[in-house]
């Protein structure tokens, strides 16, 4: 009888140890999962950030287009202009 008791006591005990360990390796997989959550979240932000500087980059290359063509369209109106008071 006390044989059983024995080798209930050692099971017992080897299954708590197991548990922790198993406890253990979800705490830090958790802990992973957190981190890897923030980090995802950090990375859309500069994606966001990327995006935003992008977009205001392209809208200011095509102000700067756009002023240009008025411009030339301007020199070529005053081209003709002066070509039609020479004839």
């Not at 044989?3 to 080897?14: P, R, Y």
């Not at 290359?61 to 020479?86: M, P």
Request: aromatic residues 8%; neutral net charge; charged residues 30%.
């Amino acid at each position: 009888m006390e044989n059983i008791n024995n080798i209930t006591v050692l099971f017992g005990s080897l299954i708590s140890v197991l548990l922790s360990v198993v406890a253990y390796f979800i705490k830090q997989l958790h802990t992973d999962f957190k981190r890897m959550e923030k980090d995802l979240v950090e990375v859309k932000t500069m994606a966001l950030i990327i995006k935003t500087e992008f977009k205001s980059g392209n809208d200011l290359l095509n102000h700067k287009v756009e002023y240009l063509e008025k411009r030339v369209q301007t020199l070529e109106i005053s081209i003709f202009k002066n070509q039609d008071n020479e004839k």
